[in-house]
Each structure stands twice: as structure tokens, then as C-alpha cells.
Nanobody, 127 residues
Framework: VQLQASGGGLVQAGGSLRLSCVAS????????????MGWYRQAPGSQRELVAG???????YYNNSVRGRFTISRDNAANTVVLQMNGLKPEDTDVYYC??????????????????WGQGTLVTVSS
């Protein structure tokens, strides 16, 4: 499964950005299903951390640092996840990555799972 992310850029503090990520394809041609989709960020020298995540049934998670400012949503039919970022702060500056936990099926049974990553998209918030 390939993930294509878009929407990063430069914005002033207090502004908004919208990140989108579309999942497509299956390298092996096998049926697949995506349960968890999320947005992660990683600063240089730091571990990648989950910013916001959403499962197929709609349950969501937000990192404490973004709760109340960011909203994650997804379209299951389109395998798309969107992160609406409002009230951006300089400390939100990072490279953001879309991630998806993919279950692969053989004869209707999950036989493997894998986390796919999109390319990073840079979000820069100026003070």
C-alpha cells in the first residue's frame, strides 16, 4: 500500500493548515484493509511520535499537545485521512508523516499486517 501525503507549508502562528493522505494499491495484489491511520511527526534527533490517530470505526486519539487544536478525520471508502490543524504554534514545526496499519487478507483471513508510511511533509510555523 502506498501513502501519498500533501498539504504542508509555511504559516504564521495562529494560522491553519490541512494535511491529507491517500492510501492506494497493494503491491502484491492482495485484498487489504486499513484499521488505524494517523499522523506522526518527527523532529531531528527525536523519535517519531503520534500526533493524532483514527481507527476504522471512528475512534480517535490526540496527543495532549494538539488536543483542542487539531482534528483528524477519515473517509474509509476512499482510504483517506485528513488532519485539520488550527491555532498552529511554532512548536508544531516538524516533518509530519502519514502512517497506516494495513491488514492483508488471503482467502478472507488476515495473514499479515504492516505499517506503511507516506513521505514526510514539512510544516513550518513562524512566530
Amino acid at each position: 500500500v502506498q501513502l501519498q501525503a500533501s498539504g504542508g507549508g509555511l504559516v504564521q502562528a495562529g494560522g491553519s493548515l490541512r494535511l491529507s493522505c491517500v492510501a492506494s494499491g497493494s503491491d502484491s495484489g492482495r485484498d487489504f484493509s486499513i484499521n488505524h491511520m494517523g499522523w506522526y511527526r518527527q523532529a531531528p534527533g527525536s523519535q517519531r511520535e503520534l500526533v493524532a490517530g483514527i481507527i476504522k470505526s471512528g475512534g480517535v486519539y490526540y496527543n495532549n499537545s494538539v488536543r483542542g487544536r487539531f482534528t483528524i478525520s477519515r473517509d474509509n471508502a476512499a482510504n483517506t485521512v485528513v488532519l485539520q490543524m488550527n491555532g498552529l504554534k511554532p512548536e508544531d514545526t516538524d516533518v509530519y508523516y502519514c502512517g497506516a496499519d494495513v491488514d492483508y487478507y488471503t482467502d478472507g483471513i488476515v495473514t499479515s499486517n504492516f505499517r506503511s508510511w507516506g513521505q514526510g511533509t514539512l510544516v513550518t510555523v513562524s512566530s
